[in-house]
């Protein structure tokens, strides 16, 4: 993409540049920081709607698969922007951080009534709005033997999700 906006349209490249910029996720793996910059980027752009904001302060390399990691920072994305969406307010605040080797994500989004979490899966009225990305979650915290909780306020959904020993 770079290499085209250089060679054909070279005064779309410094926008193209900021918006890859843009929030940048900082590890030591170029494909994880690809990853997790994507992800942010284009739910961004599909719910433009949504006020989001990410606080990304990993250092080190995150030892998980590209695939996994990139399946749980998917769903966890599109739960929280989807969810957010539908909401009153419409924010969607994301947190990842380390300390001693292990992986801290909290993503927090607005929800305008509380939700009902059972076996994996909200509780919606509209069976066509299930998915199975809690499922998905689920499994992948359980792979690397991390801890998944949520918890509720009034206006806000707030999962704490903490990965051990997959950061060095």
Known sequence: ???DYYLNQQDQLLPYLDILSHHLYK???????????????YFKEEYPQVHSHID?????????NDSKLSSLI??????????SSKTTDKNVSISLKNKNNNLYIQIKN???RPVTLKEGYTSKENKNDHGIGLTIINEIID???????????????VNDIILFDVIH
């Not at 990304?56 to 998980?64: K, P, R």
């Not at 033997?145 to 949520?150: E, F, L, S, T």
């Open 56 to 64: 990304d302060q990993v250092l080190g390399t995150i030892t998980m």
């Open 27 to 41: 590890t030591n793996n170029d494909s994880q920081n690809h990853i997790i910059n994507m992800l942010y980027q």
């Open 110 to 112: 607005s929800i305008d």
């Open 74 to 83: 998917y769903n966890l994305f599109k739960n929280s922007f989807e969810a």
């Open 143 to 157: 792979e690397y033997h991390g801890i998944n909780q949520y918890q509720q306020t009034d206006q806000c959904l």
């Open 1 to 3: 993409m770079i290499k």
